[in-house]
């Protein structure tokens, strides 16, 4: 219907003031296109240009011109909501695993369901609720994960038996069952409409739509947006917003200036039949079960089914852009499977009659998030694409992010792990793209298990000790296209396969993970850490200096050979990136970011540092290889390779020099390890690695030196209470809320970025607290470990939740990481959180729907400390994400 | 005794080997998409051989196939040695030149050929010195003769199979020091092997075929049948113009002693062939090389028995007959085999057996519902069928295992009957040569895309 309501608003420019359209109901089925309407120029510049008319870029012009935007033209290629929106199956589900997509869901929900008031354009929203089925005891415990984050969120949400599923949903075969969530508010909706009630309401907000008008490309100048060419001609505009959906990487790479949108289609089927003999009620809920990879939504009395099969067809590799998606095949051998699951969940519709099998594209990310937000390189543009199939879900509240990203210049609520800086131009390669792609489809369905790696597009970037390691029972994991050690499997041990080492609970790498901690703790380890980002920051005079300053919230004015821990802050006082600064010379610095800031922290800089000739910013992250020496014998090897003597009285805590180690000299070593152990991290020029590598290893043997990976490291920093950002910390952290008050300089002479949020904070307090927990009652054989985004309960009631944990070898405890508040039992509002609201608290968390008790602690054992450390400083930082 | 199914696929499945032309960034540019090839002996050793491989310094693909007889050790060095002298006479003069200063220098030698093995297909490791000798003799003799001319493939086809039946007399003549290597020149020479190659580059086709193997192209017709087209011509008893000229070669006196009961001399079957000293030498050279050649050369009857009737060698060549065939989008794929397939199989029933397998792997008919009523059970059930019938197909994954399958299994209503396969497949040794021949077998499949982009260019 949604079609044929658009054909007769085909006139080109779209106008809700227009009273012809008004009186026309969406169920009018007329198909009078024949007068085509006299086109209305474009205008020849606008504040924004959104390109896209399906579901999220009529989401961003609602949304903008709601925030008081109204200078908008929405160009869309063919006709509004002809797309992937008008084909997608209008399920609204609310049930996400990343709570970032949780919260855009709900928002979602709640703005579709008084969108026919608000504009008289019939959504068909209905309140089915849905029930994801479980037929395995692991499918139970994701599922009862998400229960638990659903339930915090408000919303109603219960863990049901196969019976009582049966009751909710009389037609689905309960016997291979074992549970299943209810999610009574979840909802369907008339896609194409929906889309369409936006663009109404933002049409009577002033946003000015166009319908067949392509944009060729964005023109950009000097690093801004400055207009985009069109079929129809050129429109100036200060922000351009790619909503192009599969067509969006395309669209990315069309102008001389590249933006990397990640993104790649694949064929989406799915059944529409006729009604049954007694037509199904629309009240009915969806079921999803996603052990036989299917959906199932009542549709005009029959029912829409749908999946995400295990071989995918990835389609449009070659980047042809079409008008509108037609003309694709049906493709019922590749349905089978699906058609066969069906029948198994739902017996009874055998004799229901096939309508039609609907090929619908969707369009996937290498990380299954969408991407969203400012392109690193072109100011003013930004991004709404890669919904990943759930672009209903996630339209409304994507659009009203993306929105506040705009006009306030950062969203209400932390977006990072949808930024669209999360990536580089490493992950837009199509052959990437289309095997990435391939993987990420069957996941939707698949069980998302702690810990999971992708298997596909992999050993892109290496260290130079790739093979070396590799060779040594190295496992891999991938952190921004970089190969990154887990752990070393032992010779002679074999660890279970990839499909069976999946598992919520105690994991099969645990006691090799035991041994390289052990080996941390009493003899030393060798890490390679180079996939981290590192930036040379340099300048004639002291440009450097007073750049950094004001964007470092530390001091950076320290003595040559001094290691500075400081997080790059916004104006809130934010943490945009948490990083490690040594300066090299009076007027050179070296900057060891997370390797996921790769580009994020680029941009940053490359945004705020003043545009002088004489101020250079360089990447060096690939000329060095970086050897993390972890461990009391650490100074042993080092000192033994160097002939430089490397205690403490020599080489304090948070030093770093360039020196010679083995036959290989300009070598900076820097005394810190990442974890609050001892040690040092060794920056080796890459030529270099292999030497250093062997000579550390061959001088190493007689102080019981082994390789470690990533999973020791994790548990070591998180026993000591050292955040990560990304993890821990985002850009709504600020210092203040995770006990780095110490890493802030208020008073270091100087203005610099968020000191005045800070100042505030400092007078006000904080309204959330970065808090460690122990966990008391847990068995680590036998129950589920946490992850990370459990709930915290304090007192019984909700006050946060973990982001991130480990099992801490030396407590041999679990530790769980995360933030409280204290919300007002009656408003809900967010009042201050003092030591003492922390300390006189009894505290439970949630994993999987079973609470367990734990100990909260503001700071870290101090008997977990050895090291003997400069006096004005701790070794507070990490960031190694999982 | 009975063989179980899957007794039977692991025999029909160990010298499987199947080749795809690596695709770049998601595009495949060449006119071939790929090969299966496969093998079933019946003698043990078994004597047929195979080749796979891309030239490297000039553009195309070389295939072949090689039928040994009196032994496999002239099928083995031809299946070693010719698509090097192919490829050499193919190269332009200035890379001739190149090669010939690097190995002077002692430098690394750019690459000839990729090759395409089966880890069964062996080079001979001791020889490998030898051969190259005589290789690069031939190449300093292309270097010297240097005629500036662009090299046509049907000359270098034919230059290359001639150069190097000569090189494998010369050698055997002059023998070698070491007893191992002069055993195995001689040994070369005293067998025999034919061999059908194609070169393929872009939509040129070229076939050269010496002996009674055979190269057949498998058309698809507009209304999706299939049909065979030979691109080769046996050369044996059957073929008149081939009788015909061994005839015009000899004196008229030795008009019926030439061929009898469909053999040449009425010994051999062939009527081309690399090696077969025996057809080729004159007497006083066969004496003398076997009588200085070793003890073993000497004991072997068969060596040491002068063809009846033998007055003016030589009776056989090993010239090829070239033919050249530019490829159409409807030249689906090539089939090139040994008498072994030939002689229990139509060309007609090859094309059809191959053209459907290839399609049920790539485009199977696809299901439209339309206007029809179908209930989802009708439709379950019928992918259910479908499903169940390519995987039938889908038991072999590899076309010439496929062809292999009906050829020795096929019953007289032309489907695979699994008790005569297993049958067939446990014949004891000294048996299974009197049911059947060494079957070899490469299917090459054409890129239509590629194969009809190159037309519209033209």
């Known amino acids: 219907a949604a079609g044929m309501f658009l054909r007769l608003l085909s006139d080109i420019q779209w106008r809700a003031a227009n009273p012809k359209w008004r009186r026309m109901s969406s169920s009018q089925r007329s198909t009078s296109t024949t007068a085509e309407p006299h086109p209305v120029s474009l205008p020849a510049q606008a504040q924004v240009v959104i390109c896209g008319g399906g579901i999220t870029g009529t989401s961003v012009a609602y949304h903008l011109s709601k925030m008081g935007w109204k200078d908008i033209v929405l160009l869309e ?112 909706v008339t896609s194409a409409n929906v889309s369409l009630a936006l663009a109404t309401a933002a049409s009577r907000n002033g946003v000015q739509i166009h319908e067949r008008t392509s944009v060729s490309h964005v023109t950009v100048q000097k690093g801004r947006v400055t207009g985009v060419e069109t079929d129809r001609g050129r429109i100036q505009c200060q922000y351009f917003v790619n909503c192009a959906g599969q067509w969006a990487y395309e669209l990315g790479h069309s102008g001389e200036e590249p933006v990397h949108i990640p993104l790649h289609a694949c064929e989406h089927f799915y059944l529409l039949t006729h009604p049954l003999t007694e037509p199904l009620s629309s009240s009915l809920p969806t079921v999803v079960d996603p052990d036989g990879r299917i959906y199932i939504r009542n549709w005009q009395g029959g029912i829409l089914s749908g999946g995400f099969e295990k071989n995918p067809k990835p389609l449009f590799t070659e980047g042809r852009n079409q008008l509108e998606i037609q003309n694709l095949q049906e493709d019922w051998d590749h349905f089978g499977p699906l058609l066969s699951a069906l029948l198994r969940r739902m017996p009874g519709l055998e004799a229901l009659q096939i309508l039609q099998l609907v090929n619908c594209p969707e369009s996937f990310t290498p990380d299954m998030r969408c991407i969203m937000g400012e392109s690193p390189t072109a100011r003013g543009y930004f991004v709404l694409a890669g919904m990943n199939s759930a672009g209903i879900s996630y339209g409304g509240g994507a659009g009203k992010y993306l929105a506040e990203w705009m006009v306030n210049g950062y969203p209400s609520d932390n977006v990072w792990p949808l930024d669209l800086k999360r990536f580089g131009t490493l992950q837009s390669s199509r052959t990437f793209l289309r095997h990435r792609v391939m993987e990420v489809m069957p996941l939707m369905c698949d069980l998302k298990v702690p810990r999971w790696d992708f298997q596909t597009g992999r050993q892109l970037r290496t ?15 991938e952190k921004h296209g970089f190969e990154r050690v887990k752990y070393f499997v032992p010779p002679g041990k074999d660890l279970l396969d990839l499909d069976h080492s999946k598992t919520f609970y105690k994991p099969d790498w645990f006691d090799i993970v035991g041994a390289e901690v052990k080996c941390c703790k009493e003899a030393v380890c060798v890490i390679d850490m180079s996939s981290f980002t590192k930036f040379e920051i340099s300048s004639t005079g002291d440009q450097a200096l007073e750049s950094l300053q004001y964007l470092f919230s530390n001091d950076l004015d320290v003595p040559v050979g001094h290691v500075v821990h400081t997080g790059m802050l916004n104006e809130k006082g934010g943490y945009e990136n948490d990083c490690s600064i040594a300066r090299i010379s009076k007027r050179s610095f070296f900057m060891i970011s997370p390797t996921d800031q790769q580009v994020h922290c680029w941009a940053w800089l490359k945004n705020r540092l003043p545009d002088d000739s004489n101020l250079t910013l360089e990447d060096v992250t690939w000329k060095y290889t970086a050897l993390n020496l972890i461990g009391p014998r650490a100074v042993d090897v080092l000192s033994e390779l160097s002939y430089a003597p490397m205690t403490a009285e020599h080489f304090p805590s948070l030093f770093c020099k360039e020196m010679s180690v083995g036959y290989a000299n300009g070598i900076r070593v820097m005394s810190i390890t990442h974890t609050g152990e001892p040690g040092f991290v060794l920056y080796i020029p890459i030529e270099y690695a292999l030497h250093v590598y062997n000579e550390v290893m061959n001088m190493g043997q007689k102080y019981g030196i082994r390789n470690a990976g990533y999973y020791a490291l994790r548990s070591l920093r998180i026993e000591k209470f050292f955040a990560f950002w990304g993890q821990d910390l985002d850009a709504f952290t600020t210092p203040m809320e995770c006990g780095r008050e110490f890493q802030v300089k208020l008073e270091k002479g100087m203005e610099f970025v968020g000191q005045e949020a800070l100042l505030e904070q400092k007078q006000n307090g904080v309204h959330k607290r970065f808090t460690m927990f122990i966990l008391e009652d847990h068995d680590t054989d036998m129950d589920l470990w946490p992850w990370w985004g459990e709930p915290i309960f304090r007192n019984g009631r909700y006050v946060g939740k973990t982001t991130s944990s480990a099992y801490s070898y030396t407590l041999e405890r679990h530790v769980c990481l995360g933030f409280v508040h204290n919300f007002d039992e009656k408003t809900g509002e967010e009042l201050v959180v003092t030591t003492d609201f922390i300390n006189q608290g009894e505290y439970e968390i949630d994993i999987a729907g079973q609470r367990f008790q734990a100990k909260a602690k503001l700071y870290p054992f101090s008997s977990l400390f050895t090291q003997r450390r400069r006096k004005d400083e701790v070794e507070l930082s990490g960031y190694q994400r999982e | 005794f009975y063989l ?68 496999c050790a002239c099928a083995q060095a031809v299946s070693e040695r010719l ?56 190449w300093q003799e292309l270097i010297d003769l240097n005629s500036g001319e662009t090299t046509d493939v049907r000359e270098a086809l034919i230059n290359a199979f001639k150069r190097l039946d000569n090189d494998i007399s010369l050698e055997a003549q002059v023998g070698d020091p070491n007893s191992f290597l002069n055993y195995l020149v001689l040994r070369v020479a005293f067998s025999g092997a034919t061999a059908c190659v194609a070169h393929v580059d872009g939509v040129d086709l070229h076939i050269a075929n010496t ?71 004159s ?100 992918l259910t069928e479908r499903r169940a019938r390519i995987s039938s197909v889908f038991e072999d994954q590899n076309a010439a295992t496929h062809l292999i399958r009906h050829a020795v299994g096929n019953n007289e209503f032309g489907t695979v009957d699994h008790e005569r396969l297993s049958k067939m497949l446990s014949l004891p040794e000294e048996l299974a040569r009197m049911y059947r021949d060494d079957i070899t077998i490469i299917v090459v499949q054409f890129n239509s895309h590629v194969i009809g982009a190159y037309q519209n260019e033209e």
């Not at chain 1, 084909?87 to 709640?110: D, Q, W």
């Not at chain 2, 179980?4 to 696929?9: A, K, R």
């Not at chain 2, 540019?29 to 019946?42: I, K, R």
């Not at chain 2, 061929?259 to 009425?266: A, E, M, P």
């Open chain 2, 4 to 71: 179980t199914p899957p007794q039977v696929n692991s025999i029909l499945k160990a010298n499987e080997y199947s080749f795809k032309v690596p695709e770049f960034d998601g595009k495949n540019v060449s006119s071939v998409l790929g090969f299966d090839s496969n093998q079933l002996p019946a003698n043990a050793p078994i004597e047929d051989r195979r080749s796979a491989a891309t030239c490297l310094q000039t553009r195309g693909m070389l295939l072949g196939v090689f039928d040994g007889h009196a032994g």
């Open chain 1, 463 to 477: 260290s130079p000790l790739y093979d070396r390691l590799d060779a040594q029972g190295a496992r891999w994991m």
């Open chain 1, 77 to 188: 290629q063919g006709r509004l909501a002809a797309g992937t929106t008008r084909f997608c199956a209008g399920i609204v589900s609310t049930a996400r695993p990343v709570s970032i997509e949780l919260k855009m869901a709900h928002y979602s929900n709640k703005l579709y369901q008084q969108l026919e008031q608000e504009t008289g354009v019939p959504t068909g929203y209905t309140r089915t609720g849905s029930l994801s089925l479980a037929q395995t005891q692991d499918r139970l415990i994701s599922l009862k994960r998400v229960a638990s984050s659903l339930s915090v969120m408000g919303i109603p949400c219960e863990i049901i038996t196969p019976k009582q599923a049966l009751q909710l949903h009389p037609l689905i075969n309960i016997h291979d069952l074992v549970g299943a969530m209810y999610v009574p508010e979840d909802a369907l």
């Open chain 2, 83 to 138: 698509f090097y002298y192919i490829a050499v006479s193919l190269l332009p003069h200035e890379t001739l030149l190149e090669i010939e200063n690097a190995v002077e220098s002692g430098r690394a030698l750019l690459p000839i050929l990729q090759w395409h093995k089966h880890p069964n297909d062996y080079f001979s490791k001791e020889a490998s010195k030898l051969y190259f000798n005589s290789l690069r003799t031939y």
């Open chain 2, 211 to 281: 002996g009674d193997s055979r190269a057949m192209l498998g058309v698809q017709e507009e209304d999706g049948s299939w049909s065979a087209v030979n691109l080769s011509y046996d050369h044996n008893a059957q073929n008149e113009h081939e009788v015909e000229r061994v005839k015009m070669e000899h004196p008229k006196s030795e008009e019926k002693s030439l061929v009898k009961q469909d053999r040449l001399l009425g010994l051999l079957m062939p009527f081309r062939a690399f090696g077969d000293v025996k057809f080729k030498w």
């Open chain 2, 283 to 382: 007497i006083e050279l066969q004496k003398r090389v076997i009588e200085s050649g070793p003890d073993q050369l000497n004991d072997n009857e068969y060596t040491k028995f002068i063809p009846p009737n033998y007055h003016t060698p030589p009776y056989l060549t090993a010239e090829p007959e070239v033919i050249h065939h530019k490829l159409r989008p409807q030249d689906k794929f090539l089939v090139l085999a040994t008498d072994g397939l030939w002689e229990t199989m139509h060309r007609q029933d090859v094309a059809r057996i191959v053209g459907e397998y290839l399609t049920g792997v790539h485009h199977q008919q696809p299901i439209a519902v339309g206007g029809y009523k179908v209930t989802l059970g009708q439709m379950h059930g019928l």
